[in-house]
């Protein structure tokens, strides 16, 4: 197992240029993290020199890169914008390649009203088979999360509900689509987390360690603290021979203290497990 962190308690600071992804990579080392995740929000501009200054960066103080967390809206109600999302995440994906990383996080899209369950299931199927043939094409994987609000959203997700993400990634086991399995997403529709997990436990290649106060709400808490089944994830995972990355989704707004007492946390959790 290996240790990432996806930074959402920073997010407002690096997208304003208040912090710089130097910043991020030197803080994470700081934490002894093996990896970071970014958010393609962290990258305005993708010019070959920042990158590769990026890169050299993280080679230079020995950390890697997890992940890039996308955000492609595969069932927007227009069909214009949907080619768009697809294109958008082709590029995403030549971004994730350009930065080294393994894993690119991808959505299905918002719940867009009126959008009926069918046709977003279908055009969510479309988005998907695309982007993951660009993703082979460049030796990226893919990682289907069913994710709450991206944070350029302004819908909640349309395979948040488990029978449409379960529908949706069973529609494509004949690729190499991978699962991202977050800790806490089920419990804001007051679904079973660790129902979700064994039903795709096989195809789960990252793992967001997330949490929130209470089942039913969407209030970010301290990782360790809230209600998601953290301890009961990690051993399951442990249990069935999980060795992927482990990625911290730090977005308790606690301030760079937060990340110190969550870091350890998960250690700690993976290691009694």
Known sequence: MKL??????????????????????????????????????????????????????????????C?????????HPDAEQRAQEIEQMKADVQLTAALGAKYARVTAGQNHPGTDREAGIRWAVEGLRQAVDEADRLGVTLVYENHTKGAPWQYWDFSQPSEIFLEILNSLVDTSLKVCFDTANSLVLEEDPIALLEAVIDRIAVVHVFDIRTPGEFETVLVGTGASPIKQVLSILKRNGYDGWLSIEEASRTGEEGFEKAVPFVRRTWEEA
Request: glycine share 8%.
């Open 4 to 65: 990432s962190c996806i930074p959402v308690s920073l997010y407002e600071d690096i997208f304003s240029g208040q912090r710089s992804v130097s910043d991020w990579i030197h803080f994470a080392a700081a934490l002894g993290l093996e990896g970071v995740d970014f958010s393609v929000k962290f990258f305005p501009t993708r010019d070959e020199s920042t990158l590769s200054a990026i890169v050299a960066e993280g080679e230079k103080i020995g950390i890697e890169f």
């Open 67 to 75: 992940a890039l967390a996308c955000y492609p809206d595969f069932t």
